[in-house]
């Protein structure tokens, strides 16, 4: 079955960029029907949706993040990552990747349905 | 402060049933038919217990049920077992601003 795994490090400087990667194995990113997604986590906090990316690139994000996220998709490797820039102690969080399934889909777009497989998460700090 | 409203806990016995709401506005819940519920243990990742307002994925009792009138969702437990005991989540497409996905602030569940 399809399982998810995160990467990156546990470990980031106040303004710089945090990077993590979503390794997706058991299944194709490129073989479309899902948005692949990024979600946090705020330690003893509730769920904070990031952003999706579909397999052709177009992508999704949060507007309360948007300036500063950037996702993108590796077909090649079968991995989707995050980009958040200029970070602070309040981007310290658990993060999350998972598959989310369409549902109605138009010509432009498609509706985000239920997020049915999740990576474990991975903890990343913001401190000097 | 979530776009999505849950109560910040409820709680019930073994064996009885408890409802869980979520109440959004017409840009979310209101307005489309793809809410979400969501359960998570301490520690772990969350696991979609709810999509679509009513549907069950494969795997999930049908102790759990999801509802929707106007603008408020509802999840509701029956026969609670002491391992319902967890946090849920709601989520819900919305159309205001740009498209996107918005959670409630989760609503602890306990099992007494």
């Known amino acids: 079955q399809v399982q998810l795994q995160e990467s990156g490090p546990g470990l980031v400087k106040p303004s710089q960029t945090l990077s993590l990667t979503c390794t997706v194995s058991?299944?194709?990113?490129?073989?479309?029907?899902?948005?692949w997604s990024w979600i946090r986590q705020h330690p003893g906090k509730g769920l904070e949706w990031i952003g999706y990316i579909y397999y052709s690139g177009s992508t999704y994000y949060n507007p309360s993040l948007k300036s500063r996220v950037t996702i993108s998709v590796d077909t090649s490797k079968n991995q989707f990552s995050l980009k958040l820039s200029s970070v602070t102690a309040a981007d310290t969080a658990v993060y999350y990747c998972a598959r989310n399934d369409l549902g109605y889909c138009s010509s432009t777009s498609c509706y985000p349905s239920g997020m049915d497989v999740w990576g474990q998460g991975t903890t990343v700090t913001v401190s000097s | 402060q979530s776009a999505l409203t849950q109560p910040a806990s409820v709680s019930g016995s073994p064996g009885q049933s408890i409802t869980i709401s979520c109440t959004g506005t017409s840009s979310d819940v209101g307005g489309y038919n793809y809410v979400s519920w969501y359960q998570q243990h301490p520690g772990k990742a969350p696991k979609l217990m709810i999509y679509?307002?009513?549907n069950r994925p494969s795997g999930v009792p049908d102790r759990f049920s999801g509802s929707k009138s106007g603008n408020t969702a509802s999840l509701t437990i029956s026969g609670l077992q002491a391992e319902d005991e967890a946090d849920y989540y709601c989520?819900?497409?919305?159309?205001?601003?740009?498209?996107?996905?918005?959670f409630g602030g989760g609503t602890k569940l306990t099992v007494l």
């Open positions: 679509e307002v009513s």
């Open positions: 989520s819900s497409y919305t159309s205001s601003s740009t498209p996107h996905v918005v």
């Open positions: 058991g299944g194709s990113i490129s073989s479309g029907g899902y948005y």
